[in-house]
Each structure stands twice: as C-alpha cells, then as structure tokens.
C-alpha cells in the first residue's frame, strides 16, 4: 500500500503547490492591478481617510474637511462661502470626482503626490498618519467678494480681476453659483443635488469666468485700438481718422451703424474710443485686414487655452474673413468670442505698459508641514503692444472713465482706465445684450495693481438700460477699490 | 499478500524517541505567535493592548498544555508536528475571528440584518474548547484507532444520516443557498463536517475487507486493469450519493470532498491507477451532468469565470449575486506581498462570511502573500504528516484511515482556499481551524486526535515480535 500512499502524498504536495503558485499571481503578479482597480473600494476608502489639505486664500483656509456619518468614505470637503469660491476651488465630490484646482492638485491636498513621497515613507516609519498637502492661492478674499455679491445682484455674469504686473488672479466669479458643500458626500441627496445642479437651465455649475465665451462687443474696441497703434495705422490718439459718416462696409451696401446720435465722423481715436464708435473701428479692422487683426488678438490671448492652472475655453477671432466680416469681429461681433479671463488680460497687458503675464492662480504648494513644495515665479506670456502704444491706450481708456461712456468706474483720488461694452448676441438680435466693463486702477506710484473685466448676462434688465457702464462699470469699481483698500 | 508491508518495519523504528520535548516546544510557539498576533490587532485598531490578552494568552495555553498532557500521557509517541500547527492554526483563528468582530463595518450590517451584534471570537473560544475536550476524549478513550474497525457498516448508517440531515424539514437551514446546515436548540450543525471523520472510517473498514476482490480480480483492457461490473457498485454507490449531495444541498465542496476521499482509498487499497482514472472519469461525468441543469452550480461558475461581472450584477441590485468574490480577489490583491498589518486591511467589505468561508482573504490582505504562505505550507504539513503516519502504520485499517483523513483534509483546503483565491469555482466549505464555525473546529480536532493516536500506534516501538496484524489478514482472502 505505500507505493499509492507516496503518490498521493505527492499529490496532495501538488494541491498544496498550486495553491501556492495561485497565491503568487494574485499577490505577487497582479497585486498592483487589483490594488488600484478604479472599482476596487480601498481606493476611495483610502483617498478620503483622512482630512484633505486646504486651499488658501489670504492666509486663510477656505475649505475644510468634515467626518462622515456612516459612510466608508470618512472625510468628505467642506467649503466656506462655497457658492462664492466655487469658480476657484471647483468640487470634490466623493460621489461625483473633483474639479478644477480639487482636481488638478488632488496629489497635494491628498497627501499622495510623488514630491511628498519621501514624507510620506518617513511619516510611515515613524507612526504619523498620511496629511494632505495645501495650495496657496494668489486670490484675494475681499475682491472676490466684491465681484460675487456685485454679480449676485445682477443676476447671471461672471468677473475675473488680475494683478497685471505678475498675472496673479485676484478675483474669479460666476454666478448663478452652486455650494460644492452640497454634494461632497457619496449619499443619495448628494447625487440628488448634483442632478439638480447640472439640469438647471442656468447652469450654475458652468465657471463662466473660464468656460464660457461671450461676443466681447465694444470692448474689444481695445485691441482693434492696439492693432491700429502697433500697425503704425494710425499713431496719434488725438489725430483725425479718415472715417465717413455713414461708412458702408467693403464689398457690401450695409452700413455699420452707431448706437445713437455720437460725433464719430473722422474722429480721433480717443473720442471714438470714449464715445465707442463702431464706425471708426469697424474701418480700422476692415483697413488692417484679417491677420493684422488675427495677430494682435492672437498675442493678447485669443485661440489658445489658458492655463492658470485651471484649463479655461479659448477665445475666438476668426481668420479667413472677408473685410466686412472683419469689420464686425473688430467691433467685437460676428464670430469674435471672448471669456472673461480673456478680456481681463487684455485689460492687464495694456494697464502693464504693453507686457501680458500668464495669468495663474496656484501661488504656492505646501507639504502638510507648511514647507513649500513649489512657488509660482510670474512668466511674461507676450507683447501685444509697445510701451509707447500702451501708455497712449492708458490715456485713451482714462478718457473713457473721465469723460466717456465709463464713468461708473470713477474712483476718487485714483486713475482708472476703462471700456464699456454691450453685446448683442442671438438671432437678429432677438435675446438681452451681454452687459460689459474692462478696466484697471492705477496706484500711486503709477504702477497699476488690478485690471478687471466683468461681463454681466442680465436677462431681467429693460433692453434699453443694457450698457456696459451702467450693469458692469459698478461691480468692477467695487473689485479695483477692494483691491485697492479703499473697503 | 502485499509486498508493500514489509516496507512499514523501517519507517517505525524501533527505539524512536518520543519527540515529546519537541512537541513541547514548538507548542509555544504555537500559543506564543497568537498572542503577539492579538496585542497586533489591538495596537494597530485601539493603540492599546486589548483587555483579554492575558485571558486569551492564558486560555490558549492551557488548552495548548491539556492537550501536550494528554498526548504525553496516552500517546507518547504521536507525530509531534500535529498539534503544535493545530493549535497555530486555531489560535490565529481566533485572532482573525476577533479582529473581524472589531470592525464597524461588520457590526453596523449585523445590527441592520439581525438587529443586533454579538462578537463571534468568544463561541469561537468555546468551540475551540470543545474541539479540544474531544480530542482529549478520542485519545483518552480511543486506546487503539483499530477498534473503530467494528463499527465499519454503522459508520455507513451514520454517515448517511448527518449527510441527509440537512434536508429534514424543519432541521436543515438555507443558508445563502447551501442547504448543509441544520438547527438544534439554536445552534447551527454543519454535519458534513462530522460525516466526513465517520465516512473516512467507514471506507476504511470496508475497502480493508474489499481490497483485494478490488485489486485483483479485473481485466486488462488498453493497458489498465478494468474492475469486474459487480466490484464497481460500491464506488458507483459513492458517485450517486456525491452526486445527490451536490443536487439537493447544492454543495458543490462537500460532494468533491466525499468523492475525491473515496477514490484516495480506493487507490490506496487497491493500487491500481485505473481507479484513479474512473474517479476523475466519473467526477468529470458527474460534474458536467450536474452543472448542465442545475442553475445554482451554473452561477457559481459564471462567478468564478467572471468575478468583476459578477461584483457589477451585485452592486446593481440584482438578486442572486453576489459581490463577495471579487471582494475577496481585491483583499489578497491589495494585501500584496508583506500585507497590511494585522488589524489594517478592509477584508470586512466581504461582509458576509468575512469570518468564515472567507476568512482566509483577511489573512491576505492583513499578512499578505508571506503569510498565506506560511499557511498554506502549514495546512500541507498536517496533511503530509498525516500521510507519513499512514506509511508508518503497520495496520492497513490505520494506513486507509490516515490517507483517507489526510487526503479529505488535503483536499478541504484546496477546495475552500482555491474557491476564495479564484483558482476554482467557490463552494461553501470552511477552511479548517481558521473559519469561525463550531462544527468545523471540533470535527478537525476529532480529525486530528485520530491521527496523532494512529501516529502514536505506528510508531511506537513494536513489542518484539508481535504478529503483524497484516499478515492475519491476508488469510481472508475472497474470491
């Protein structure tokens, strides 16, 4: 009977064995598949175990963490004022994912970046549990705030404020806005809420200031303005243009009409500028041609992506247009799209003496000890216009603010720059014009520390009292003077 | 008859030391690697020591120490790899089982299906008791294994019933469809657990008597010796009642257990290989014949094939499904090679039988793949031990029984380890000391005192020179 008995103790030898080579393919061979399988719950549960790292504004966190009832997932984020930051942090939702500066610096605010590796090995060594990470951001608490509770007022628009002199984002507001404290959990009425928020009409959950383009109307008048200055077009901002009154756009019997009865005939740059003649601009693109205009636009920003870091859409100014077409888009119609991100920048790039920063707004990255882990040195992204040219657009965009259509932005003891804008948008003009207002401040050491562009959609407004000056001018005054330290 | 038995005389030397010393020392390391084990799980859930230490230390050790007496005092000169890995095995059970207790996880699903928790680590405790008191029983009592030849056909009868058990109205439960559980004043019986000890004695008494009509009277057809029709009607009995077993309690595990038991000592008694390849002829017939109308065998295979599949219908709220072996794939998976750390893992998302059927994926996750080694190489060292006390008995009803309960034991843990790591189809059977589950504990207790007493019968120095109980025997011979 031993020779069965041998053969069988080397089969159950054999069980055994395969049991074990089994064990080494699931251990060893696709133990990294299965721990980071998307579906695989330590995951999640190992994302939320601990308190996510905080974004900082001025010093202070704007967002928190709080402990979950019941839940696998343990902390889930809370936000301060989050209806008013969202456009900054985006969410972070155990349920739905994280967005915008929650998502980009995900790595940071969990703790499981690769610069925090060494930390994270010496923290398990000696017993300390996982920290996340901060981001410092370049935002300023009472600017935002000013831009928010100005846009609330007004319904639906957005507002975005940068230093121009290092391209720091000081203010970045979208309203109708969402509370991403809202649905930061994983239970059914944080996915009931966010259902909601995404069906609503209004799309509160869209960062306008980034993610949505608007016809820039009459404040693009700016960089047809630079166009003609660095074209050499035209050289002298009080000097006569060559202008009809009526002027009909080339190869069409369609003249470009004024709002109202202005003194455009011949004007000078700065009296169309401050009176914001479509006539005299409209010429200027139509005597530019398209890639004069296309170049200029293309260097303040215009077809391209932003990173800052948060993606935001690329404006447009189209090529390929015929010179009534270009006429238009120089007016800020036919196809030329901005986001208000956009016409900040050209705001700053002219108020910066002709130099456009990447705009940004992730200042510093912290490891959970505080210690920097990168700091953002401000980059020069282009030069869409000379110092010279700049400095004659300065004086042309005061005379708006002094003596124009921009007189809202007025600020006491304070040189401000500024241009109005109201955009038609829809079929034939059918729907409410988008209300506009670029401007900067200027300090007293004549650098100039904000440029702001506030776009506001306002459906409820009487068409008539659309303008720029009157809807936008104000919220932006209140965002330069927050800056400022005039509040 | 056999020359075979000649050989046993060299293994079972005469004058062998007891091996009781060693026995002795490695027991503590059996109760001394649990205890670290426990104050682990404390230190790393609560950062403190937990409460019972010193009672579970101090339990233990005495339940490791009564059974060390006991060996020592009736059978001295037992194999002394058995109960040291026993008692490793046991307690690292209850450090595992009492982990498991700790999690809210657990706790809040136990409170939200029965109302209320109670922590399984104490009965676990107790049962580990009762296995132990019964292994001092059958070494106590069970002064030779050969008298259990006597009650070969009442073994049958026995078997028979705590097999049908189940399916007595009112007695048997259902639970998460396998039907081999019954109910008795509030306790839970797996009596599979038992039949598979009293089924293993029946074998051997009856393929003892059988053997050689088995062996020797066949017909060599292709190279194999084919057995006579009428010879094939006990293996054929065993095939149908598997069988049966797998259709009307749905226990796929149980039904391979029996059936693979049975063709070990088939093959041990006759020592003709065409057993062997009728048995997995047989099993393979069997296995596709059943799989093809049953459809709880069939999902059962669709899960093993497709476990992600499987994991989506669960969490899709569909009925029948079931997310625990895809759970079970991501804990060994996310163990990785040294594990978490006892008391670190989420093995409790399993949920369901996180303790019991499944408790060798805590063990992944928590020791990872050096611990599961290190088990995995424990389980085969009882089965190999007992394999070796099969080759050193000098009774051919010790050699059946031993391979018989080595082989069945061998065979538990390649069927329930290889279900919760993917390997095969996942069956309802425990893994043996580990799992919480009184049956189970107390019936591989049972298993193990009556390996350790044939071990202590085999190599005991032979009272010079006793007739071999073999060569008695080979005079009853049938035709």
Known sequence: ?487 | MSSSTTHTSTIGAIGAPSRRNTELALLAFAVVIPVFAYANVGLAIDGSLPAGLLGYGLGLGLLAGVAHIVVRRFAPYADPLLLPIATLLNGMGLVIIWRLDQSERLQQLAKSQYGSFSPDAPNQLMYSAIGIALFVGVLMLLKDHRILQRYTYISMVGALILLLLPLVPGLGMNVFGAKIWISIGGFSIQPGEFAKIVIAVFFAGYLMVKRDALALASRRFMGLYLPRGRDLGPIIVVWVMSILILVFETDLGTSLLFFGMFVVMLYVATERTSWIVFGLLMSAVGAVGVASFEPHVQSRVQAWLDPMHEYMLSRQGVAGHSEQAMQALWAFGSGGVLGTGLGQGHSDLIKFAANSDFVLATFGEELGLAGIMAILLMYGLIAERGLRTALAARDPFGKLLAAGLSGAFAIQVFVVAGGVMGLIPLTGMTMPFLAYGGSSVIANWALIGILIRISDTARRPAPAPAPSPDAEMTQVVRP
């Not at chain 1, 064990?23 to 399988?37: E, F």
């Not at chain 1, 202070?60 to 009832?69: E, F, H, L, P, Q």
């Not at chain 1, 404006?315 to 900040?344: C, E, H, R």
């Not at chain 1, 708006?400 to 720059?417: C, F, H, L, R």
Request: net charge neutral.
């Open chain 1, 1 to 487: 009977m031993n020779k069965p008995l041998r053969r069988i103790a080397i089969f159950c030898g054999l069980l055994v064995l395969a049991l074990l080579i089994r064990d080494n393919w699931l251990q060893y061979a696709q133990a990294d598949k299965l721990q980071s399988d998307k579906q695989n719950p330590r995951v999640a549960i190992e994302r939320y175990a601990q308190p996510r790292g905080d974004i900082i504004v001025d010093g202070k966190s704007i967002t928190g963490s709080v402990a979950t009832d019941g839940t696998d997932l343990k902390y889930k984020r809370t936000w301060k004022d989050g209806p008013m930051w969202s456009p900054v942090t985006g969410y972070a939702s155990q349920l739905v994912g994280a967005t915008q500066i929650e998502s980009l610096e995900d790595g940071i605010l969990t703790g499981n970046d690769d610069r925090l590796f060494f930390r994270r090995t010496m923290d398990m060594i000696t017993g300390k549990k996982k920290e996340g990470g901060n981001v410092v951001t370049t935002l300023n608490a009472a600017a935002q705030k000013a831009a928010y509770d100005g846009l609330k007022s007004r319904g639906k628009g957005a507002a975005v404020a940068i230093d121009p002199r290092t391209g720091a984002i000081l203010a970045m507001a979208s309203t109708p806005s969402y509370d991403p404290s809202s649905f930061a959990g994983i239970l059914q009425k944080d996915g009931d809420t966010f259902t909601k928020l995404d069906k609503n009409k209004d799309k509160p959950l869209t960062n306008r200031a980034l993610r949505e383009t608007y016809p820039p109307g009459s404040t693009f008048k700016i960089v047809t303005a630079a166009a003609a200055l660095e074209h050499n077009l035209y050289t002298d901002p009080d000097a006569k243009t060559d202008t009809p009154l009526p002027w009909t756009m080339p190869g069409t019997t369609t003249p470009l009409k004024n709002e109202g009865n202005i003194p455009c005939e011949d004007a000078t740059l700065r009296v169309a500028l401050r009176y914001s003649c479509n006539t005299v601009f409209g010429k200027i693109g139509a005597d530019l041609g398209n890639d004069k205009m296309l170049e200029t636009a293309e260097k303040f920003g215009f077809n391209k992506q932003q990173f800052t870091p948060v993606r935001s859409n690329a404006s447009v100014f189209s090529d390929n247009m015929n010179k009534s077409q270009t006429a238009l888009s120089s007016i800020g119609q036919y196809n030329t799209a901005a986001t208000p991100l956009q016409m900040a920048m050209v705001a700053s790039a002219v108020a910066n003496d002709g130099k456009l920063m990447e705009p940004y707004m992730v200042n510093e990255l912290q490891a959970p000890s505080l210690d920097t882990i990168e700091q953002h040195t401000p980059k020069e992204m282009s030069r869409p216009l000379s110092e010279k040219n700049a400095q004659i657009l300065q004086s042309m965009m005061e005379t708006v603010v002094s003596d124009g259509t921009g007189t809202n932005a007025q600020i006491p003891g304070y040189t401000v720059g500024g241009k109005t804008g109201t955009a038609q948008h829809g079929l034939n003009n059918s729907e409410k014009p988008y209300a506009w207002f670029l401007s900067y401040a200027k300090a007293k050491d004549g650098s100039s520390p904000v440029a702001v562009a506030v776009v506001v959609e306002d459906g409820s407004a009487n068409r008539d009292d659309i303008s720029g000056g009157g809807l936008a001018a104000p919220i932006a005054k209140s965002v330069m003077e927050a800056v400022l330290g005039k509040k």
